[in-house]
């Protein structure tokens, strides 16, 4: 093994990614190090990238939270894993397993969580440290390429549709068919919803609806919550909101049925107004749900597994990741880009 790998590092936010000569990190002890296969790259990189949120990563660091790869070393003490297992370093890399939230499988708020490519450094690299107890196992059925996108966009729609409260055979909405979206599209019908998809691009709604969308709406229409309540007979049981735009938030909640749930996914930097005298005259709710735990992520990855669910994958090398993220900010990705490290 050769002591250096090639990484993309964010030297300054908002600036060009930095592709840099680096050492292998070491495991240290309950630590373990992964090699990397394949990793996807998400709109949550570029907003790590940009320093969009009010808790900035420091710099420097290397983002990419949808890592695949086999383990190849194990600090002292590592148990739950082995050398050779191939495992995914998602968003949340570890939590502290002991507070409230840990202990009732919220370990995604723990107060002490890290995470993957941003608090630590991730999966733009040809190697990642990671927790053992917090990745994700591949199920043996996909390859690490099918496998990247689903540890952060799969196990995030998935959990947001479950979070919908939305029952077999009731409607939901998914707002912004990218490499979340047109993943809960899938998630949507194999879980027995009917969907309507929402975006703004004429192409990936008629992806979605090759996904198995039933309607879709495109919200740059003249009134697109209209239009959805009509395709759902007055407004779905559940939305997801997986858009980077907060024009999508407002209509989002427009587009909920009485009694039905809004679930916030999307990350646009800022804040949205919110109609109070629909939301509290129609008894809506509006929730923020974030990635997924551990268990959710084993039943994201087991719909791939099953043939239910399948990524669709732009591959690049990881030295394209500057034209990949001018991409996705133009909103010009149809799907998910995976780098892939096989590539090289
Ligand atoms: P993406 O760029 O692949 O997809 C975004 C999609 O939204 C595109 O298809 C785009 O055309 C569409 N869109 C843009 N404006 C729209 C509008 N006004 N109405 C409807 N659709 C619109 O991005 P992604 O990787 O799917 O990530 C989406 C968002 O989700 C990002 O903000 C990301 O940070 C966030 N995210 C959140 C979590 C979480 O745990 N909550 C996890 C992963 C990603
Ligand atoms: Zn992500
Ligand atoms: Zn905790």
Request: charged letters at 15%.
């Amino acid at each position: 093994m050769s002591r250096k790998m090639q990484a993309a590092v964010v030297e300054q936010f908002g600036q060009s990614l930095v592709i840099q000569e680096l050492d292998i990190p070491t495991p240290g002890p309950g630590q373990i190090l992964v090699q990397t296969e394949a990793c996807g790259v998400c709109h949550t990189d570029l907003h790590a990238a940009h320093g969009d949120w009010p808790e900035k990563p420091s710099l420097p660091f290397i983002p990419g939270h949808e890592g695949i790869g086999r383990v190849v070393a194990l600090g002292a003490g590592v148990t739950a894993v082995k050398e050779g297992d191939r495992v995914g370093v998602p968003w949340l890399y570890s939590a502290c397993g002991h507070c409230e939230y840990c202990l009732s499988a919220w370990e995604t708020v723990c107060a002490k969580a890290q995470f993957g490519g941003y608090t630590k450094n991730g999966g733009f690299a040809e190697y990642i440290v990671a927790d053992p107890n917090y990745v994700a196992h591949v199920p043996a059925g996909l390859s690490a390429i099918e496998a990247a996108p689903l540890i952060c966009a799969g196990v995030t729609s998935y959990k947001g549709l479950k979070e919908t409260g939305a029952r077999p055979g009731q409607w939901v909405v998914v707002s912004g068919i990218g490499g979340l979206g047109h993943l809960a599209v899938q998630y949507g019908r194999a879980m027995g919803l009917r969907v309507c998809a929402v975006d703004i691009d004429d192409g990936k709604l008629a992806h979605a609806k090759r996904l198995g969308a039933e309607a879709i709406v495109n919200a740059k229409g003249s009134n697109p919550v209209a239009a959805v309540r009509q395709a759902t007979d007055g407004g779905a049981h559940g939305v997801l909101i997986t858009a980077p735009s907060l024009a999508a938030f407002k209509q989002g909640v427009g587009m909920t049925r009485r009694r039905g749930t809004c679930v916030l996914v999307g990350l646009p930097p800022g804040e949205f107004p919110t109609p109070l005298f629909d939301v509290v005259a129609s008894c809506i709710t509006i929730r923020g749900s974030f990635v997924g735990n551990r268990q959710d992520m084993a039943e994201a990855l087991g719909f791939a597994a099953e043939g239910k669910v399948k990524a669709d994958i732009e591959l690049q090398p990881l030295s394209a990741i500057n034209s990949v993220f001018e991409r996705l900010l133009r909103g010009d990705v149809p799907s998910r880009v995976v780098l892939d490290f096989s590539a090289q």
